[in-house]
């Protein structure tokens, strides 16, 4: 098995012990996204929807890299500071994806990195 590391200027403070991504054959796993603004390396200002966007937003951007969209993420996993934003949630992530969306799963957190209040990771295939 061979794997390849995906790095991106939205992905992790310089010497964390993970990678953004990680490719295996056509699979790639993304960690999971904070809303961080990769121009200022801090978490977007703003409110649930601005956070949920920007957290999208990376994972295109790392999509993007690669020559992919959104369209080939197959799961997600959105981590949520606080489950009552989950009908918030959904409008913003649905205008996202469109065709067969991803399967996804869901959780409340106790917290999340930067006291962000969402984090998104995505397994996406490269077909």
């Given at each position: 098995?061979?794997?390849?590391?995906?790095?991106?200027?939205?992905?992790?403070?310089?010497?964390a012990?993970?990678?953004?991504?990680?490719?295996?054959?056509d699979t790639?796993y993304?960690?999971?996204?904070?809303?961080?603004?990769?121009?200022?390396?801090?978490?977007?200002?703003?409110?649930?929807?601005?956070?949920?966007?920007?957290s999208?937003?990376?994972?295109?951007?790392?999509?993007?890299?690669?020559?992919?969209?959104l369209?080939h993420?197959?799961?997600t996993?959105?981590?949520?500071?606080d489950?009552?934003?989950?009908?918030?949630?959904?409008?913003?992530?649905g205008?996202?994806?469109?065709?067969?969306?991803?399967?996804?799963?869901?959780?409340q957190?106790?917290?999340?990195?930067l006291?962000?209040?969402?984090?998104?990771?995505?397994?996406?295939?490269?077909?």
């Amino acid at each position: 098995m061979q794997k390849e590391a995906i790095f991106t200027k939205a992905g992790p403070v310089q010497g964390a012990p993970y990678s953004p991504a990680v490719k295996v054959g056509d699979t790639i796993y993304i960690s999971g996204q904070v809303p961080l603004d990769p121009t200022t390396g801090k978490i977007v200002e703003g409110d649930f929807e601005a956070q949920v966007r920007q957290s999208l937003e990376n994972l295109k951007g790392i999509l993007g890299q690669e020559g992919l969209t959104l369209d080939h993420i197959i799961k997600t996993t959105v981590f949520l500071a606080d489950l009552n934003d989950f009908a918030e949630l959904n409008r913003v992530y649905g205008g996202y994806f469109g065709g067969v969306r991803p399967a996804r799963s869901c959780v409340q957190a106790a917290r999340l990195p930067l006291d962000a209040r969402v984090e998104i990771e995505a397994i996406a295939l490269a077909k």
